[in-house]
C-alpha cells in the first residue's frame, strides 16, 4: 500500500485519504497511490461509495509544482482523474483548507463534492503562469457555467465555500467533523439511490452563449492580464469545451497546457512561487528563534508614508499611536487616514461602522511620554539623517526596555541612526513602499547590530500585517533603491539625450513595468528624489546625474502633486510638456550631453542592464541573501510584470554574457563610471552561468 495514500473502510464507505505533507501536493506517489486505491475501490464489493479526504491542514492544493521541470512520469494526473470519475459508484470529495489547482481538478472528477464551510476551492494555476491542464478548464465550465468559470480560472482567485455552494461548485456544506460528515453524505447517497453524476458528460449548448461572447471577454481582460501568456490559452480551452465533443477539447487542453509550461512567462512566475517563499528562510534566524511581543505600536511622523503604515495595522485589528509635532500635522494626518477609509467606503470594500471602528484605534499624541510603552515604535518622518538620530536618541530615553525602534528610511544608515542609542540590537529598518497601506512589500534592513529576535519578530509582524518582507544587509538605498537610481539615473540622461520622458515610459511600460520611470518619478516626487540625491553622500562625482530632476525641482515642479513634473498633469492624466523638451535640450547643451537616436531596445538595455549590475554587486556584498529575494523586492515593490520574473531572473533569461557584452558596448560609449560589469557578473558571463545556478551551486 502507498505510504501518502491509504485505502480502509468505514461500514459501506471506502474511505481513501490522502496524507502528504505540507499541502497533499500530487506528487508521483499521491497519484500513484489514488490510482491504486480507486482500483481497489472498484474491485471492493463491500464498498458502495467512496470518500477521497485528506490529513493535515488542507486538501490537495495541486500538482506538486517542484516536479514541472522534470519529465512526466505515469501515471499523469489528467488519467488519474478520468479514472476517478468513471467509477462505477458514487465518490464523494471531502474538502478542508483550499481544493486548488490539481486539487480542485481532482474533487471535480469525484461526483459529489462536500466541504467544510471554512473551505476553499479554485483554479490558481494562472498565477504561476498555467492553465488547469487536468481536466479542470472542460470541467469548471461545465460545472458553473462559462462566465463564472473563466472569473475564476482568469483571476487565479478561489472561492469561499458558501460561493462555491451557491455557483453549484460543491454540493454541500458540513459542519462539524469533516470525515463524520461527509461518510453520513455519502451514505444517504446510496440511500437515496444517486448515480454517480459525471461533469464530463454536461454539454455546453454553443446557442446559450452570446454572440461575441469570447471577444468581448478578452477585450474585458486585456488591462489586468497584459503581458501574460496563459489568461489567453484559457480563454481558447473555453471556447474548446463549448465548440468541440469533450476528447477533442481535453487533447486541445493538454496542448496548450504544454505550451504554458515551456513558456518563459510561466518558467518566471513559477520562480516567484518560490521566491515569494524562500524570503522568509534566513540561514542565521532560523524558524524557532525566541521572538518578541508586539501588541502595542506607536509611529512617530503622521504624514502619508506614517499614516499608510498605521493602516496596515489597524486593518488586521492592532490599535496605533501616532506621533506628530504638532496638533495641525496631526489632524491632518488623521484626516488622510479618515480619507483613504473612505475611499473603501465608496468602493464598497469597507462599511461606515468599520470606518469609524478603524479609526477609533488610532490615538493620536503629541507626547513621547504617551508612547513609552510601545512593544515597536516605527519612525516615519522625512529623509533627514539629523532628524532620524535626534529622534532615535528622544526614544531611547522614553521608550521601555525591549521595545523595537524601527526606522522607515529608504536609504539612509541604519548603523548610523542605530548609533543615536544606547541600545542598536534593538534598532532595525522597516521600509515599508508607498502607498504603505496597499503595496506588499516589506524591506527589512538588519543593521550591523541588530539582534535576532528583532529580526524574528520583525519578520512575524510582517506576516501579522499581510506583507512580504525581504531581508536586507544595510548600504545606500538598501536592496530596492539602490537599484531603483541606476534606473532613474538613464531615465534621466535619456531624456537629456532627447528621447521624450513619454517614449521611454511607454517602451518600459510595455516591456512589463506598471509605469515607466519617469511617471513613477513624478509619483515619488521630484523634490523627494533630489533630497535622496542630496542626502547621498557618495553620489557618483557626475553633473548630468538626476540632472533634470534637480533642475525641474528647483523651478517647484515637485510632480503629481504639485501638477507638473516630468510631465504636466492633468488631474492624475499625464500630458507630456513642451517647456521640459525645451529645458532638456537646453541643460544637454550647458553640459555637452550629445543629441542621439536609440532603439527600444537600447532603451530596455539601459533601463534593465544598470539595474541588473547594481544587483550583481548587491549580491556579491551580501547585502540580499539571494538574486530571487531582490527579484521578489521589484515584483512586490515597484509592480514589474511577474511575467518578467524579477530583474535577476530576467538576466538569467536574457543570458549574462549579452548582458555582459551591452555593458561593454555602452562602456565603449559613455566610460566606466555606470558601465563597469560587476565582477560578479562579469565571472558568470565567462562561464555561461546563470544567477539562479550560482546560488544554488554556492
Ligand atoms: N507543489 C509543491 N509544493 C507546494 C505546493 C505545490 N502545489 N503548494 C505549496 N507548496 C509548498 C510551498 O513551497 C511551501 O514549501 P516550503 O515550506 O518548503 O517553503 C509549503 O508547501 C507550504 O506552502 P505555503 O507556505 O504557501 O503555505 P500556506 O499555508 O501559506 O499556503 C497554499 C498553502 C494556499 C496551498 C499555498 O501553498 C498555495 O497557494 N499553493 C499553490 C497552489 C497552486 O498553485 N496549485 C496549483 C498548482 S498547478 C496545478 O495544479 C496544475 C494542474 O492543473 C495540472
Not at 523638451?581 to 541643460?587: D, F, S, T, V
Request: hydrophobic letters at 45%; a negative charge; aromatic letters at 8%.
Amino acid at each position: 500500500m502507498s505510504d501518502v495514500v491509504s485505502y480502509e473502510r468505514d461500514g459501506d464507505i471506502a474511505v481513501i485519504t490522502v496524507d502528504n505533507p505540507p499541502v497533499n501536493a500530487l506528487s508521483l506517489p499521491v497519484r500513484a497511490g489514488l490510482a491504486n486505491a480507486f482500483a481497489e475501490f472498484q474491485q471492493d464489493a463491500n464498498a458502495k461509495a467512496a470518500v477521497l479526504i485528506c490529513a493535515g491542514r488542507t486538501f490537495i492544493a495541486g500538482a506538486d509544482i517542484t516536479e514541472f521541470d522534470k519529465p512526466i512520469e505515469d501515471p499523469w494526473l489528467p488519467t488519474v482523474v478520468e479514472q476517478i470519475e468513471s467509477c462505477s459508484k458514487v465518490v464523494v470529495a471531502a474538502i478542508h483548507g483550499t481544493a486548488l489547482g490539481g486539487g480542485f481538478e481532482t474533487a471535480m472528477a469525484c461526483h459529489y463534492r462536500c466541504a467544510l464551510p471554512s473551505a476553499k476551492v479554485g483554479l490558481p494555476e494562472v498565477l504561476l503562469g498555467l492553465l488547469a491542464g487536468a481536466t479542470g478548464t472542460q470541467r469548471l465550465p461545465r460545472l458553473i457555467g462559462v462566465k463564472d468559470a473563466l472569473d475564476v480560472m482568469i483571476s487565479g482567485k478561489p472561492m469561499a465555500a458558501p460561493l462555491a455552494l451557491e455557483r453549484g461548485a460543491i454540493d454541500k456544506i458540513v459542519d462539524g467533523d469533516l470525515r463524520t460528515g461527509a461518510i453520513a453524505y455519502a451514505n444517504s447517497l446510496i440511500s437515496d439511490n444517486a448515480q454517480p453524476r459525471r461533469i464530463s458528460e454536461i454539454v455546453i449548448n454553443p446557442a446559450s452563449i452570446p454572440d461575441r461572447f469570447f471577444d468581448d471577454y478578452r477585450k474585458g481582460m486585456a488591462r489586468q492580464t497584459r503581458g501574460f501568456f496563459a489568461p489567453e490559452q484559457i480563454v481558447k480551452c473555453v471556447e474548446a469545451a463549448v465548440t468541440l465533443p469533450y476528447a477533442e477539447s481535453v487533447k486541445r487542453e493538454n496542448e496548450l497546457f504544454m505550451t504554458c509550461m515551456a513558456s518563459t512567462e510561466s518558467k518566471a512566475q513559477r520562480h516567484l512561487f518560490f521566491a515569494d517563499r524562500e524570503i522568509s528562510k534566513i540561514p542565521d534566524v532560523p524558524k524557532d528563534t525566541p521572538t518578541r511581543s508586539i501588541e502595542k505600536v506607536a509611529i512617530v511622523g503622521g504624514g502619508t508614508m506614517g499614516g499608510g503604515i498605521a493602516m496596515n495595522f489597524v486593518n488586521v485589528g492592532m490599535p496605533v499611536q501616532l506621533k506628530e509635532i504638532n496638533q495641525e500635522a496631526l489632524d491632518r494626518g488623521l484626516s488622510i487616514i479618515r480619507g483613504n477609509y473612505e475611499v473603501a467606503v465608496k468602493n464598497g470594500r469597507l462599511s461606515e461602522a468599520q470606518l469609524e471602528k478603524n479609526m477609533a484605534m488610532i490615538d493620536g499624541t503629541l507626547d513621547y511620554a504617551d508612547i513609552a510603552e510601545a512593544d515597536i515604535v516605527i519612525e516615519a518622518v522625512f529623509e533627514n539623517m539629523a532628524l532620524k538620530k535626534e529622534i532615535f536618541a528622544t526614544l531611547d530615553q522614553t521608550c521601555k526596555a525591549g521595545a523595537i525602534l524601527a526606522s522607515n528610511t529608504s536609504t539612509l544608515d541604519i548603523d548610523e541612526i542605530a548609533a543615536a542609542t544606547q541600545r542598536p540590537q534593538d534598532v532595525i529598518g522597516l521600509h515599508f513602499f508607498a502607498p504603505a497601506n496597499i503595496m506588499t512589500l516589506l524591506e527589512i534592513v538588519r543593521g550591523a547590530k541588530t539582534s535576532k529576535d528583532v529580526i524574528a519578530t520583525s519578520m512575524q509582524m510582517a506576516k501579522t500585517i499581510r506583507k512580504s518582507a525581504v531581508l536586507v544587509g544595510c548600504c545606500f538605498g538598501f536592496v530596492a533603491n539602490r537599484m531603483f537610481f541606476p534606473y532613474i539615473r538613464e531615465a534621466q540622461l535619456m531624456i537629456l539625450e532627447g528621447i521624450s520622458p513619454e517614449r521611454i515610459d511607454q517602451v518600459a511600460f510595455d516591456w512589463g513595468m506598471a509605469m515607466g520611470p519617469n511617471g513613477v518619478s513624478d509619483l515619488s516626487g521630484l523634490d523627494v528624489l533630489e533630497k535622496v540625491r542630496t542626502e547621498w553622500t557618495e553620489r557618483p562625482d557626475d553633473p548630468v546625474f538626476f540632472r533634470m530632476i534637480t533642475k525641474l525641482s528647483e523651478q517647484g515642479r515637485m510632480g503629481q502633486k504639485s501638477g507638473a513634473g516630468i510631465y504636466k498633469y492633468e488631474g492624475r492624466k499625464a500630458v507630456p510638456d513642451p517647456e521640459v523638451a525645451k529645458l532638456a535640450k537646453a541643460e544637454a547643451e550647458a553640459l555637452g550631453v550629445k543629441q542621439i537616436e536609440v532603439s527600444d531596445e537600447e532603451i530596455i538595455e539601459r533601463l534593465f542592464y544598470s539595474m541588473i549590475n547594481e544587483g550583481a554587486l548587491i549580491l556579491e556584498e551580501g547585502i540580499a541573501l539571494r538574486p530571487s529575494d531582490i527579484d521578489v523586492v521589484y515584483a512586490n515593490g515597484y509592480g514589474m510584470g511577474r511575467y518578467r520574473g524579477g530583474p535577476m531572473w530576467y538576466a538569467d533569461t536574457v543570458g549574462l554574457k549579452n548582458v555582459r557584452d551591452a555593458m561593454l558596448k555602452y562602456r565603449d560609449r559613455y566610460g566606466d563610471l555606470y558601465w563597469t560589469p560587476a565582477p560578479l557578473l562579469e565571472e558568470l558571463a565567462n562561464a555561461g552561468k546563470t544567477f539562479d545556478q550560482w546560488n544554488l551551486e554556492r
